[in-house]
């Protein structure tokens, strides 16, 4: 339908094909500009906007929405789909590292709080701490330091028993009834004051056990509640 034709007298009768072009151009002018395709199209062919919107109603169209505004309408849903897959993916992977994150932190505290691990290696201060626990222990009992050592420290009997015998410590039945007869070989006098810093020391050992115990499980909920809420935005 060309310009020149386009002003319609009153009778004329339109082709099915001039019709849709009428259509298409208000299509087009909407999903370029956003709207306005029916006036714009009413102006252009001289056709009135009832008849335009008859057309449009005709050839499946209610309203001349905007092509654009349609398909960002068809798109939204697969858009929103899309972003809350990927959402719970990551929420998952967060999930995912927080645990292994929590389990190493779990590790690493048990480690730290009995002072063993694969491949530890002790310095010679530690080495002395151990030693006047066993001296301090048997001085008070008479016997059972290396044995309590070990529990107290998680160490194996055979480094503890290297440790002692390295500082010239007797160990055995020997020793134990030299010790409650009053008489111990090599052993360096324990003062009241060492031992009450012993004590003192262990139970500092033990708040701090405790302590990362319970730091390890806050550290694992914050971070089961943090990739909850990542997972759920």
Not at 97 to 120: E, F, L, M, Q
Request: proline share 3%; hydrophobic share 35%; net charge positive.
């Amino acid at each position: 339908m060309s310009t020149k034709s386009k002003a319609a007298s009153k009778g004329t009768r339109y082709t099915p094909e001039q019709k849709q072009e009428v259509v298409d151009f208000v299509n087009q002018y909407n999903a370029d500009n956003g709207r306005g395709g029916q006036s714009a199209a009413a102006r252009k062919f001289n056709i009135s906007q009832l008849t335009i919107s008859a057309w449009l109603k005709k050839f499946g169209k209610k309203s001349a929405k905007p092509a654009k505004k349609a398909a960002k309408k068809a798109a939204k849903p697969a858009a929103k789909k899309a972003a809350k897959k990927a959402a719970k993916k990551a929420g998952k992977k967060a999930a995912k590292k927080a645990a292994k994150s929590s389990s190493k932190i779990v590790s690493d505290a048990n480690s730290r709080s009995t002072g063993k691990s694969r491949g530890t290696r002790y310095s010679e201060e530690q080495k002395q701490q151990i030693v006047d626990f066993v001296n301090t222990y048997n001085a008070e009992h008479g016997r059972g330091g290396q044995s309590a050592a070990v529990r107290e420290f998680d160490l194996s009997a055979i480094t503890v028993a290297a440790w002692l015998k390295r500082a010239g410590i007797r160990t055995g039945g020997r020793t134990a009834k030299l010790i409650r007869a009053g008489v111990v070989p090599n052993v360096p006098a324990v003062s009241p004051a060492i031992t009450n810093k012993v004590g003192q020391l262990l139970d500092v050992s033990d708040e701090i056990r405790k302590t990362e115990m319970e730091l390890a499980k806050l550290r694992a909920k914050y971070d089961a509640l943090s990739a909850q809420i990542r997972s759920s935005i």
